[in-house]
């Protein structure tokens, strides 16, 4: 079984759908099956709660010592340099393919994305299920991909502020698939985000998977969070 990596797992998590997608809420609590589309997928996507432009690239400025060179505007050469406090810029982007599957951590948050929930009563069980699926998934991968690292956590909506900490180096490798604007706060999120080792270009668009035992942890809401 793949290992997956939680961070702040809540008691339960939601999936919301459009009516239109009602058919994959149907397989997820049905059959099992999910899709994990690309980092790409999202930030091309035209649904505009689901789009995001800077979907994959993580940005923070934190408080520091910012140092100036001063250089000769003739000549070019250093003529010293100055130290005061600024603002330090941290980025990153995701430079392997990572694919996604977003749930939200509220039931409000997840009818931002349609009215129809699954509810993902035992994450637990359901973080279990899909490491079992990605390992069943792997040998198919292709020749030099396989699954690097699985994350589960809550999505930070801090991107492009002002953070009181420098980001460590964990943090700032799961920035791009973890950090979205404050604009999107409303949705709560919290997502799995699968990275795979090898060529980005070799790797396929999405990730199909079927989790076994489904109803051990996961059922259908319908509209309004009732029973479907």
């Known amino acids: 079984m793949v290992e997956v990596d939680a961070v702040a797992l809540p008691d339960k998590l939601w999936r919301g759908y459009s009516e239109p997608d009602r058919v994959h809420a149907d397989a997820f609590v049905g059959a099992g099956r999910i899709r994990l589309n690309a980092l790409a997928y999202h930030r091309t996507n035209e649904d505009k709660v689901r789009g995001d432009p800077a979907e994959g690239s993580a940005r923070l400025r934190v408080p520091g010592d910012v140092t100036t060179i001063h250089l000769h505007p003739q000549t070019g050469q250093k003529m010293g340099e100055t130290t005061e406090l600024g603002l330090l810029n941290f980025s990153s ?136």
Do not use: M
Not at 100 to 123: D, N, Y
Not at 196 to 213: F, H, M, T
């Open 93 to 228: 982007e995701s430079l392997q393919a990572t694919y996604l599957f977003c749930l939200s951590t509220t039931q409000a948050g997840a009818t931002r994305f349609g009215e129809t929930l699954v509810e993902v009563f035992a994450p637990g069980r359901f973080l279990d299920s899909l490491g079992t699926a990605l390992h069943a998934l792997e040998p198919g991968l292709g020749p030099g991909l396989e699954v690097a690292v699985v994350d589960a956590l809550p999505v930070r909506y801090d991107k492009g502020t002002i953070a009181s900490s420098a980001p460590n180096h964990l943090e700032l490798v799961r920035l791009p698939y973890s950090q979205k604007a404050p604009g999107f706060a409303t949705e709560y999120e919290y997502r799995i985000a699968v990275v795979l080792s090898g060529l980005q270009e070799d790797a396929p668009r999405y990730l199909d998977l079927v989790l076994p035992d489904v109803g051990t942890f996961a059922n259908l809401l319908g509209r309004q969070g009732q029973p479907g």
